[in-house]
């Protein structure tokens, strides 16, 4: 998967993706690491930011300052006290004026790398995705996967926000009050160093509760996301059915799940801010009282009570803070686990490409090919052999469960054989670069897939350099001149969602169109003409059968009707094949193809 020539990457991007690979797979439960490798790359900016950012907050700690020095001045009626006032004040103004540059800086080398970060790791769990095996997506729900390219990933970047920025921020207040008040007052920086760890032990009493709440929350949500995605999947079978009101309930006790789920997430997340904010408040009363009584037994200044009340309410403020992000923080780093779980994932589609294909000619040889689906006892084939040449056209037949899709698949190379090997043009298909190898096959599937983009769009997928009469060419081999006549933007009408504005038979052709205009070397229909008519079926099997004079083909087919022309027809059973022959060799047999030509 990682070779160069499997993966349309340039240099950088490529080390970019192996670097977030090794991040998760290096890094396995350790999300401090994790984030800390996502900044590879980044330090020069994030050293800027954090430049910047001690900048902006600067005035946070000089106010204070002046603050108590303008009080000692008023109070204690310094000689030249307007004056030193004045000076007081313009030390203030320039602090607070530059904040407004240093935050915009800050922004721009912060946000910056941030958002790289969060567009690169949505692009790699996009490429990995691409690379999973078809099993792992079968056995996946799909919006469980669209949770976590977009909710859990901005989850992530909010969390990389609140790290730098709250936790930035906290140790910055922490070092300075500590510094004026060893400076000040050593009596007060006692007084400091005490309360702080009390709101270290808030934090570490709800932490485990917070995070395991927040687990089963994401948990039901991604359930519930995937549950929503199949529903309105479903929704023409619903109502054709008259289902609605059971698939509202069902629907409703994934939904009430998640409202009990986010009740208690709520319980436990205002208990824990209340929690914290009570008792940094009663801190704060103790601090102001303490203060008083040194400033009463002249031990500190009037200003200097201020001056620390204002610091440790600074402190109180950044703690509190601190631990009132800590669940969405804990939300942040669910959210990297659940990325991992996709980028740690090893189920993905073997493409050794270590010997090159060329231009393919055709020839297919199935040789002892055993198949069997994981977790499963039974083979779907079993001995497998079959020899293909170049050119010829080749139809399966049988009863479902007899393994014809399944060669379809072992041939596309979804999946893999167990035993035996699949040999194009005399090279195993184990050894070939799939991408090169499929860019000249093509498929069309029983169930047509269509995109929300124009017809023009959908019959040239993956190609840039198709010309308006090879379009129009193929438009007409497959009989859809009249359907995009009507259509009100011709080639440039947009479909709708699963080109819904079709019928399932225009559908249909435009797959079949889509096929047809890659001049591929082997072509492989699925059932491709069930959703026609008895018209547009002539039409397409005209056009197919044009093209079958130039490729190799491979035919799944139900309606017997439409493989009279094939060159060989298999006849499978339990993953065997049981007759082999053209048709009119099939029908004089009068064995199992006649019988399911004449089921009576």
């Not at 050119?391 to 054989?417: N, R």
């Amino acid at each position: 998967m990682e070779k160069r020539d499997s993966i349309n990457l340039n240099d950088d991007e490529l080390n970019l993706y192996k670097h977030y690979l090794s991040i998760f797979n290096n890094n396995e439960n350790r999300p401090g690491r994790i984030i800390l490798g996502f900044y590879r790359g980044n330090f020069i900016s994030m050293i800027k930011a954090c430049i910047c950012l001690v900048f902006q907050r600067s005035p946070a700690w000089v106010l204070p300052l002046v603050t108590a020095e303008i009080v000692n001045i008023a109070t204690q009626h310094q000689r030249n006290g307007g004056v030193l006032i004045l000076v007081q004040l313009t030390i203030a103004m320039v602090f607070l004026l530059q904040n407004i540059l240093s935050s915009y800086l800050a922004t721009i080398y912060f946000a910056k790398v941030n958002r790289h970060i969060e567009g690169t790791l949505r692009n790699v769990l996009i490429r990995k995705l691409q690379y999973l095996s078809i099993m792992f997506h079968k056995e996946t729900q799909s919006g469980r996967l669209q949770s976590k390219v977009m909710r859990d990933v901005e989850s992530v970047y909010e969390l990389l926000n609140q790290i730098f920025k709250t936790i930035f921020f906290f140790v910055l207040d922490v070092m300075i009050a500590i510094i004026v008040c060893a400076n000040r007052s050593p009596l007060v920086l006692v007084f400091f160093l005490f309360s702080v760890p009390i709101s270290v032990f808030v934090l570490y009493w709800f932490r485990k509760p917070v995070r395991s709440r927040n687990n089963e929350f994401r948990n039901e949500m991604e359930v519930t996301q995937g549950a929503v995605a199949q529903m309105l999947e479903m929704i023409p079978i619903t109502r054709a059915h008259g289902l609605q009101e059971s698939e509202i309930g069902k629907m409703n006790h994934f939904l009430n799940k998640i409202v009990n789920r986010g009740y208690h997430l709520d319980l436990i997340n205002s208990l824990f801010g209340a929690s914290n904010w009570v008792t940094f408040q009663i801190f704060q009363i103790l601090c102001l009282t303490f203060t008083g009584f040194l400033a009463l037994n002249r031990k500190i200044s009037i200003g200097e009570v201020v001056l620390y009340q204002t610091y440790f309410t600074q402190i109180v403020s950044q703690v509190s803070t601190l631990i009132n992000i800590y669940p969405q923080m804990c939300k942040g780093v669910e959210s990297v686990k659940s990325i991992g779980s996709i980028l740690e994932e090893t189920n993905v589609e073997n493409n050794n490409a270590i010997i090159p294909l060329g231009k393919l000619k055709g020839g297919v040889q199935f040789c002892n090919v055993d198949y069997k689906y994981p977790d499963s006892d039974r083979w779907i084939l079993e001995d497998f052999s079959l020899n293909v040449t170049p050119g010829e056209c080749v139809a399966f037949v049988g009863e479902s469960g007899g393994g014809k899709s399944t060669i379809l698949h072992l041939l596309i190379g979804l999946i893999t054989t167990i035993n035996g090997k699949i040999l194009i043009d005399g090279i195993n298909i184990a050894n070939l670069n799939m991408n090169e190898y499929r860019s000249q096959i093509a498929v069309v599937p029983q169930n047509t897939i269509l995109f929300d983009g124009t017809i023009r769009d959908n019959i040239i997928y993956g190609l840039s350099d198709v010309s308006d009469e090879e379009v129009k060419s193929i438009i007409s081999e497959v009989g859809l001149e009249e359907v995009i006549e009507k259509m009100p933007r011709g080639l440039d009408t947009t479909l709708g969602e699963h080109g819904d504005k079709l019928s399932g038979g225009q559908r249909q052709r435009i797959s079949i169109a889509r096929a047809l205009i890659r001049h591929p070397k082997i072509i492989i229909f699925d059932e491709a003409t069930s959703a026609l008519d008895n018209s547009s079926e002539k039409i397409v099997q005209e056009a197919t059968e044009r093209m079958m004079k130039n490729c190799t083909t491979f035919v799944v087919a139900h309606r017997l009707s439409t493989i009279k022309n094939a060159d060989r027809i298999i006849v499978m059973k339990n993953g065997r094949i049981t007759e082999e022959g053209s048709y009119n060799d099939l029908v004089e047999k009068k064995g199992e193809f006649y019988r399911m030509l004449n089921p009576q």
